[in-house]
């Protein structure tokens, strides 16, 4: 893809027969849910691309937008209003629809796969078919980007679209990979309520790797 193309979307994407059958279900379900696979949020060209796993069902699947109605977007969206990625801690409107005043700066979102997975849990072959999608996302990143991997399937996602081994680039809490692309990987432990209910990510950890992804993206514009 050349770098100046818009990236392409096809919300009525079927795919996966498995993914597209279970939103038909949801969509009879919760007649006022989204419910279609997922576009990224922010501009393209950002210098900083967060990589989540899926949306969820009454978050991203129920707004349209990623990481929007849910605990892991209430936590997400705070911290990147905090280190000035974000122009509002609020992802919700008081309708409880996603917030329209809300905006990124230098940031864009997405997802390893862009529909809503039975449990939460895609199958490897989903991943796979959407990792097409993420590979024109990594492509169109500026020289010495950031990569914010949000859990070790966003991880291995990056890794795939990239042609990368991911025993070269093991994933940790925490963890800085250069990337041959000039690119910088961090990954973090998905802000899901149940990680920070359980402790395994505090606000504290999630937010020292946005500190760390600030640093980067102004050392790069300086």
Excluded: W
């Amino acid at each position: 893809m050349n770098k100046s193309e818009p990236l392409l979307f096809d919300k009525s994407c079927r795919c996966c027969p498995r993914l597209a059958q279970f939103l038909d279900t949801v969509r009879t379900e919760h007649p006022d849910y989204y419910a279609h696979p997922v576009d990224s949020f922010g501009a393209p060209h950002s210098p900083f691309l967060i990589v989540g796993l899926a949306p969820g069902m009454h978050g991203a699947n129920r707004t349209g937008r990623p990481f929007t109605g849910d605990h892991a977007g209430n936590l997400l969206y705070q911290s990147l209003h905090k280190y000035g990625f974000a122009s509002s801690a609020q992802p919700l409107a008081a309708s409880g629809e996603a917030n329209p005043a809300l905006s990124l700066r230098s940031c864009r979102i997405t997802n390893a796969v862009r529909c809503l997975p039975p449990q939460n849990k895609p199958e490897p072959g989903e991943i796979r078919a959407c990792n097409a999608y993420l590979s024109e996302e990594l492509g169109i990143l500026p020289r010495g980007a950031a990569i914010m991997a949000l859990g070790g399937i966003a991880h291995n996602a990056v890794m795939m679209a990239l042609q990368l081994r991911k025993s070269a680039y093991a994933f940790a809490h925490g963890a800085q990979h250069l990337l041959p692309n000039g690119a910088m990987l961090f990954d973090s432990y998905h802000c899901s309520r149940y990680n920070t209910q359980t402790k395994r990510l505090t606000t504290s950890m999630f937010e020292a790797v946005i500190a760390n992804i600030q640093r980067h993206v102004q050392q790069r514009e300086a």
